[in-house]
């Protein structure tokens, strides 16, 4: 009987003192992504310090296949530089796994590489700069692109942005933060 009460007195906290997990499937020039990246999932970042764990798979609507000399060939929705910024996006959460999300943010929705290089790489030490661009220039981030490419694949995406919350589809009709402060005691 004792246990019992333990159980249930403990349970709740146990459900509620936790991180919340959302996943986030993207694509770099999405207006919807830009919105939802922006005005959303940065504030609650900034505002809610390790409140959610979130896991960002840019890639969207497009294929990749090898080409005669063995190289992986990306498409994206928004053509070739969608690809291009899905790739240093990609390069960024590779490189940074705990720190990338400001970097992903800022990278969103920018008109091509040089523009997010002048303004989201500023502030990287040279060597870090040099890294990231090689990454989403070449077929290294081209692979990062078709891992994502699997990712959104695999969970069936259709349109974008699509979230999860604690692997449960979020249906976008009320703010983010609300569902995420429904499944944690820490907002
Ligand atoms: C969140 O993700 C982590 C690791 O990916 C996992 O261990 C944990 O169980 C997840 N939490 C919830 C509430 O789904």
Redesign the pocket.
Known sequence: MIQYVIALLALPLF?QA????VTLFTESQCPFCTRLLRDQVWPLHANRQGVV?F?IIPFGKGNCEYTADRKLQCTCMHGQTECDLNRLQNCAISYFPKRHLGLVVCIQGLANLQEAFQRCLSRLSPRTQQRLMECATTQTGETLNYYSMVNTHRAGIRIWPTAYV??RFFDRSYPLETEVCR?TGWC
Do not use: E, L, R
């Open positions: 459900i936790q991180q919340v997990n764990n896991q604690n692997g499944h």
